[in-house]
């Protein structure tokens, strides 16, 4: 203690602060500006946000509770809903900001907000913050602070070299570290299942795989799609175009999560994790007319809720265009079939090689049956009917694809040209180009559409695959005539430019520019813009209401006459999945009809 | 015992001898303490529940609330835990951030706890002195974290933004303003007084054994002599990177304590100086993916850093799953602010009851979880 300094007079130096300029600052008269990062009061870009509700998610005070505005957007990926704020609650830790999915919520330097009335500090932000004035940006959400995954997992696939030979599957699908790390980066915001034309339970059977209870996934795809081994590997997958991660980032491979699961859960488990190890009859019966998605989905549904189903189908295997149109490149008849013998086994009777109209009238199902559900599809492919389209050297797509499933001899030559610019065309084209290549050693094919490339309607990656196995790709022409040779065999496809294909009230209506021409020399050309129904039927017998092309339904997929409910794309296409959920709302339909509540 | 002469007195929560909310229930015979009685239960926030019901990375702005004075050493022990159970790996740039973070941590508690205890004995210009630069610390800490007080900045995986060099410059200028102009005026004023001096030294005292028997660490333990600091004895962050001494004193009292407060802060600008000075480039945070969805393995750690106080601990459980299954927070103060006050306050005077319970350094959230 001695050796402690020690003065009278020391303290007395305070004084010479008496002096000195003062260091408070008198706010607000004098403004004190916060730092560049700081976390002051949240704004929020109305437009950009899309309601996915994340921010609530990691909000650590339940601060955040989300709204609905009518007037903010709420189109198709997004929600009409926007965070409201309680800063009543609020610890301005910013974890709402660095986990934004579109980047809209941001915080101002604004720090100071002051009212009686205690509900003005609820707010729900927008451009301004609560203070209604504009302030600096304050913190943002950099690259280390980001809380979202934003990178895909990539899957694995088959180089072009070595699967443009066979029919082998191309995608080879994820691993279970693969699986779990892409399921990780999901934050279940639900704006995919309002998107999913079934509204499938994705985040949920995501989180199944995240917590490795493959069990619980595939229970939450049963409640909404009974092919799932098919619409893991070929769905559309809307719901990964809105993806709430896609907007930062790339979405989440749901469909590929999808496909993980059911691959990895054996079938002979199905009926005892989904429960339908005993089903209590109701003894009604329904009859299905066609086994395609639609047929397949309604006959599932049905058979659970306890009715007997017939499935007439005029080809001798399930399945329709899943099997006889997509290429087994694609979707492989085992995972097919695993959906199927599923289904089969709830004991739905399948009549094959019955064609209904012919073999079997409708009225005489209505007479056997209490309902009909009628899903027969597009199976006419239909012709440009430009000259030279009546030369046996051209094609229709649909009629081939089935050949090559049935495993039928096809004819294949050394220069092909394909019409079309859908999946349909990709997957003729793709397929021929594997035939071509195990007979001649190279391929030679030119696809042409009507469509530039941004306006295709195939999907992006069938278009790049197609392009990596060696198609050349002529968009935006028109076919115009196929030349014929004097010997028969065929010359060249003689094409024009095509200006627009739509008109201004967004109608097909191609426009031609006819100073532009190119041709394409071919040995064979391949139709594939697209396939008409054949529901003689139906129309011989009944008068049933149209919307446009297609058969007019309700919501649970009921036509105009009460105990005939259709699907597929005779009623609403264009997809597996869309099917799908036509055959799930007619069977809830059907059960309603027949308890006399629709 | 004579009843009319026994006094029974509450003394807190909201009472400027007593540290937080908290109270301390005292009986006096005349104006010495016969009995004191720590009076916890004031703040009701049960951090450690509802850690078990929160995310992972929702955890990380909770946890600073533990400590008011001193909330980045929660963030700090919350990470390393979470790191030692997922054994995940921290870019060497953000444990170099974490140090400088957690020194100026130290300045700014050391600080403001001076002024507390200058306010204990009347020394009220002093705590508006420690008040004010600690403010300089915090105008460092907003532009880093963008928070004065709660910083929400170390995480899991390192940290949640970079420092730029000119902060860091901010930082060095900072440093030697303290150094040069603002401690030796607190020399000065504070500790050249003879009235303070007086009025804490041969105070408060607790000897090696007792602080040993107690389970108090830092400073309590250092004014006995005994160089008890876990930054030396099992570094982390990039205190092994540094050279710096561990400050002690012989007479285990609160002037003693005192003391080492200030010379702890000295230690930490040298510690802060050659931190930016050597401070490699890379990243400052690991990747560990989707933040709602945070995940480590089943496993269990306890983790401990140096706080101004003491070892300050967590002891953290993980069942695999998105949320703690338990933490367990050991605060530095927790002993002294439970029992210390009622082993050592009987017999104490009432007007040095502050210099008791301000020199023990408590910190009621730290029991009161």
Known sequence: MANDKKSIFSPVTAFKNLVKKPETVRYPAESNDAAKRYRGFHINDLEECIGCSTCQEVCVNDAISMVEMLDVPAEEGQRNERPQIDYGRCCWCGLCVDVCTTGSLEMSRDYSYIDLDPDTFIVTPDQHDINKVDHPLGYLRDENSDLLDLKRIDIEMLDPEARVDSFIEIVEGFSKEQAEKEASRCVECEICTDTCPANMNIPQYIRGIFDEELEESVQQIYEDNPLPEVCGRVCTHKCEGVCAISHRGEAVSIRWLKRYAVDNVDSADYKKILGTEKIEQNNKKIAVVGAGPAGLSAAHYLSVMGYQITVYEDKENAGGMMRYGIPEYRLPYDALDKDINYIKSLGVDFVFNTRVGEDITLDELHEQYDAVFAATGLHNGRSTRVPGTDNNNVYQAVNLLADIARGKEVPVTKNLVVIGGGNVAMDIARSMARLQMEKYGEVNITVTSLETEDIMPADQEEIEEAREEGIVFKPGRGPKEIEVNEDGSLAQLCTNCCVSVFDEEMNFNPTFDDSDIENYECDMVIEAIGQGGDNSYIDDQFEIEYAGPRIKINDFSQTSVDWLFAGGDIARGPDVINAIRTGHDAAVGIDKYLNDEL | ?369
């Not at chain 2, 400073?219 to 962050?237: C, I, Q, S, T």
Request: charged share 25%.
């Open chain 2, 1 to 369: 015992m004579d009843k009319s002469t026994q006094t029974e007195i509450f003394f807190g929560p909201n009472h400027p001898g007593v540290p937080g909310n908290y109270g301390i229930i005292y009986e006096f015979e005349g104006d010495t303490v016969t009995s004191a009685k720590a009076n916890a239960g004031h703040l009701h926030r049960g951090f450690e529940k509802l850690m078990e019901e929160r995310l992972w990375i929702k955890n990380t702005a909770l946890v600073p609330r533990i400590c008011v004075e001193e909330p980045d050493i929660n963030e700090m022990v919350y990470a390393m835990g979470f790191e030692a159970i997922g054994e995940i790996e921290v870019p060497r740039r953000a444990d170099y951030i974490r140090s400088i973070i957690l020194e100026l941590a130290r300045i700014q508690g050391h600080i403001f706890s001076i002024g507390g205890n200058a306010a204990g004995i009347g020394q009220y210009t002093v705590m508006h002195w420690g008040t004010l630069t600690r403010d300089y610390i915090l105008d460092i800490f907003e532009e880093i974290t963008g928070a004065r007080v709660y910083h929400i900045y170390i995480r899991p995986g390192g940290v949640r933004q970079d420092i730029e060099d000119e902060t860091f410059d901010k930082i060095l200028d900072l440093m030697d303003e303290l150094e040069n102009e603002r401690f030796p005026d607190l020399e000065k004023t504070l500790f050249e007084n003879p009235n303070a001096q007086k009025r804490w030294q041969g105070k408060a005292v607790i000897t090696k054994e007792e602080a040993v028997e107690m389970g108090a660490t830092g400073p309590v333990l250092r004014a006995n002599g005994v160089p008890h600091d876990l930054r030396k004895m099992m570094p982390y962050a990039a205190y092994d990177d540094v050279e710096f001494e561990v400050p002690t004193y012989e007479n285990g009292d609160a002037w003693d304590r005192i003391k080492i407060a200030r010379d702890d802060m000295l230690q930490s600008i040298k510690i802060i100086r050659q931190l930016i000075q050597n401070i490699p480039d890379g990243p400052v945070q690991t990747d560990l993916g989707n933040g709602l969805k945070y995940k480590i393995p089943k496993g269990d750690a306890y983790v401990k850093i140096e706080s101004k106080r003491g070892e300050y601990g967590y002891y953290m459980v993980s069942d695999g799953g998105l949320k703690p299954y338990r933490v367990h927070v050991r605060g530095a103060s927790t002993p002294l602010g439970l029992y210390g006050v009622r082993e050592f306050l009987p017999g104490t005077r009432i007007a040095d009851v502050p210099v008791w319970a301000k020199s023990l350094g408590i910190c009621p959230p730290e029991f009161d979880r």
